[in-house]
């Protein structure tokens, strides 16, 4: 069984703003693979269901995001999980441009709280997640009201495209392992960049 844990905030306020990607890819995987989640326990609406043969609970946590790990640690205990094989985390990041999806085994929160909170609540940073980008801030923004913010029509576009990829590589992970998803999203990514780069 794998626990699949998009990352946001709950409210209809927050819907669609960068710090919701998560739930985003959540919401992809649920209308993909015909997963209702329709389950409020764990702190979390949750939704019970198969991906390609693998049994998944999908999960939004509705602790807000720097309690994350609240929703997380009782997700693991409950369903006797090992983290470190059967858990996905999947959330925004400002350290990739918009577009771009990043997967990894393990490592540091990278200043995101709800990373934070999960590896804190876990007291590991031994588990798979799927780094969505986002972009950085500009200058004169507030990193709070940034990542609280709504996305440019262009950067929704491109946003959009990688909510698909990710919950792509979900079913990659589950089907081949996460070596296969790193080999196919990571590299093609850096593929496109030296691209971009000859092209200019």
Do not use: W
Request: proline share 3%.
């Amino acid at each position: 069984m794998y626990i699949i844990v998009g990352l946001g905030n709950p409210k209809t306020e927050y819907k669609n703003t960068r710090h919701n990607v998560g739930f985003d890819v959540i919401d992809m995987l649920s209308d993909k693979h015909g997963i209702p989640m329709d389950i409020k326990k764990h702190r979390a609406v949750c939704g019970k269901g198969m991906i390609e043969g693998e049994k998944v609970v999908l999960a939004q946590p509705q602790t807000f995001m720097n309690l994350s790990g609240l929703s997380v640690l009782e997700l693991v205990h409950y369903y006797k999980i090992d983290p470190a094989r059967e858990l996905i985390i999947i959330y925004d990041d400002i350290d990739l441009s918009p577009g771009q999806i990043r997967i990894r085994k393990q490592g540091s929160a990278g200043g995101h709280n709800g990373m934070k909170s999960i590896i804190g609540g876990l007291n590991t940073m031994d588990f798979l997640r799927i780094r969505v980008g986002v972009g950085d801030k500009p200058k004169q923004y507030d990193l709070a009201d940034y990542v609280l913010g709504h996305f440019t029509k262009e950067e929704r576009e491109v946003v959009d495209e990688a909510i698909i990829r990710a919950s792509e590589a979900v079913r990659l992970i589950l089907t081949e392992g996460a070596d296969a998803a790193m080999n196919l999203y990571n590299r093609k990514q850096e593929k496109d960049r030296e691209q971009e780069q000859d092209d200019q």
